[in-house]
């Protein structure tokens, strides 16, 4: 069986809540990532990506250079451990509708990585058609907008 630490992407850097989107933008434009972790010293604390700098910020108007990152990201984070086997987090995945999740060390719960899409389909290609169908079903907004 396959475990999460086989495929996962390693060294992932991360953000931090006080940074403004402008510089999570930048750091996602030099990596050619989609979303980065939030990370307040140590803590995983968020998720922000793309999706939220450029539709959730910038649709409202927000500023990137006056914007923080934890005004956009998302704190309710889904994690999986890098012991876990392949397919159960895929199955939470396609669940909760994420592309992404970071990988927590099981015994410190610090964040070791992130396991994508893309690397479920490089990397494990069983049952991948069916986590990106469900995954891709329009889902209601899981935040209040910016301005409220």
Not at 42 to 58: S, W
Not at 75 to 103: A, H, L, N
């Amino acid at each position: 069986m396959q475990r999460i630490a086989d495929i996962m992407t390693r060294d992932v850097m991360s953000v931090s809540p006080q940074e403004t989107i402008k510089r999570a933008a930048q750091m996602m434009d030099e990596m050619n990532v989609g979303a980065l972790p939030v990370c307040d010293g140590g803590k995983l604390v968020g998720m922000v990506t793309d999706r939220d700098i450029t539709v959730r910020a910038t649709s409202t108007g927000a500023m990137p250079e006056n914007t923080r990152v934890e005004q956009v990201m998302s704190s309710d984070v889904r994690t999986c451990f890098d012991d876990q086997p392949v397919d159960e987090v895929m199955e939470q995945m396609r669940d909760v509708q994420i592309r992404r999740i970071p990988v927590m060390d099981h015994t410190t719960h610090s964040l070791i990585g992130i396991v994508s899409l893309g690397d479920l389909a490089t990397k494990h290609s069983a049952e991948v058609d069916w986590t990106l169908e469900d995954i891709s079903k329009p889902s209601t907004p899981d935040r209040p907008p910016l301005n409220s």
